[in-house]
């Protein structure tokens, strides 16, 4: 495996090392590259990178991932909307049918009591 970038294709230089002399040697530059864990159409995939080319692909997989919580929020917003709606539809309903239920356990309490009090008799003064 050759030691170059999977992305841009830099490679091993090889340069002139000058010392203070003058004196002139062979030696070669090798570019930075790490292992990178990159996904591609939803593959993930390792790929050997120069430093420069992984930070530029980190900030577009972060802007993507930024795109995609962006739609995903808003749709769920959108959903939620919705359902808030129905909640409150039926919240409503419930709310209502709470308010009967207690008037009509109020009416059937009245009642009984009614019938428990002793009836008095009326004098009728004739």
Not at 3 to 32: T, W
Not at 76 to 84: E, L, S, T
Not at 99 to 126: D, F, G, I, M, V
Request: charged content about 40%; glycine content about 4%; hydrophobic content about 30%.
């Amino acid at each position: 495996m050759a030691y170059r970038c999977e992305r841009c294709e830099k490679g091993r230089l090889n340069i002139m090392a000058v010392s203070h002399a003058k004196n002139r040697s062979h030696r070669s530059a090798l570019p930075n590259l790490h292992w990178v864990r990159v996904s591609i159409g939803g593959v993930t995939k390792r790929m050997r990178l120069c430093v420069k080319c992984a930070r530029e692909i980190k900030k577009e997989m972060k802007k993507k991932e930024e795109i995609i919580a962006a739609r995903l929020k808003a749709k769920q917003d959108a959903i939620g909307a919705k359902d808030k709606a129905k909640r409150t539809v039926k919240m409503e309903k419930k709310e209502k049918e709470q308010k009967a239920r207690k008037t009509r356990s109020a009416t059937k309490k009245n009642l009984k009591t009614e019938n428990l009090k002793p009836k008095t008799k009326t004098s009728a003064s004739s």
